[in-house]
């Protein structure tokens, strides 16, 4: 008997977000690393600027009520008020909280795809600022693993955000909203490091 072809599998949606933005992801790895944010803590505390510029610029997404009942635990996720305090343990003045980000609820998850996908990298971030003295208590506090490790709340973040029923529209919109917010890091990190 002839084995029935199955229907070619989508992958998931975060699966398409990755392949949708990993142009845009490597070129911020690289020009982060271009900036030499790790060779002085003056260098470091420029990079800070640049996180409390992002993280500060979602913060209002990450409070939002909405997005909070399609992806419950969300409001605990922002690491904004650890790069304060990182700015505050270095003595660095804390600016105020940035502008904040205008998006459609579904440009929306694509931020914060964007957002929570960098705690991955955030490992290697925070070795880089363990050679120049600094700790989670001391200046890198939002490289920070949560309590219970990088993996299982990313795979809990891709799971919701990979189970929520979307149109077409929407789905354009979310890699839309991807796509913006590693644009805005980028930008971000011109005007910082300029
Ligand atoms: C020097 C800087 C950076 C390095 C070295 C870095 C490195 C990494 C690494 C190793 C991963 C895990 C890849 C995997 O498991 O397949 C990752 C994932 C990710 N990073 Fe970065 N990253 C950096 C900066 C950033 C920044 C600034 C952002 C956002 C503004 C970002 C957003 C993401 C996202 C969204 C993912 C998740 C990709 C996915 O699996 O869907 N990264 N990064």
Redo the contacts with the bound molecule.
Sequence with gaps: MASVPLPPTEPGR??R??AA??QA?DD???R??AAR?FATRERYGHFLQ?QHR?HGSLLALYRDEQLNLLLPGLAQLSRFAAIEHDLDALGLPVPAPPRQVCASPAQALGWL?????????????LKHAQRLGLDTDLGARHLAPPPQGRALP?RQF?ARLDGLSLNAQEEAEVVAG?IA??G??QAH?RAVFA
């Design positions: 975060c699966k977000l990755k933005s990993s992801h911020v790895d690289q982060v690393m944010p640049v992002f795809y964007c957002s929570e996908g960098s705690n991955l990298g955030a490992a290697f971030l990313w891709v991807a917010a590693f805005s890091y990190l």
